[in-house]
Nanobody, 117 residues
Framework: QVHLVESGGGLVQAGGSLRLSCAASGSVGSINAMGWYRQAPGKQRELVAVITRGGNTNYADSVKGRFTISRDNAKNTVYLQMNSLRPEDTAVYYC???????????WGQGTQVTVST
């Protein structure tokens, strides 16, 4: 079992920045990917960014150049630096831990990000 605790959401004006953090605890293996997904009202959950333990990253086209994902393997923590935020970035952001050995996904409880005009 892997437990994820997120922090850092909130309300920000368009053009502002926020930093999300997600700490994993429990049975955290050495072969995994961690990332962020988001879900806006009435929409499906979508990938924002993901990073492997080795540092390979993948971003949604809509956030490339604005968001940066990083991780601290010693702390089992993943970060999402969000700059130049737009109202369309408003959503609940969920941390994801993807176990690669026997594929399985764990999810955080979600943190609200609201970008006002």
């Amino acid at each position: 079992q892997v437990h994820l605790v997120e922090s850092g959401g909130g309300l920000v004006q368009a053009g502002g920045s926020l930093r999300l953090s997600c700490a994993a605890s429990g049975s955290v293996g050495s072969i995994n990917a961690m990332g962020w997904y988001r879900q806006a009202p009435g929409k499906q959950r979508e990938l924002v960014a993901v990073i492997t333990r080795g540092g390979n990253t993948n971003y949604a086209d809509s956030v490339k150049g604005r968001f940066t994902i990083s991780r601290d393997n010693a702390k089992n923590t993943v970060y999402l630096q969000m700059n130049s935020l737009r109202p369309e970035d408003t959503a609940v952001y969920y941390c994801n831990y993807h176990r690669m050995t026997t594929p399985y996904d764990y999810w955080g409880q979600g943190t609200q990000v609201t970008v006002s005009t």
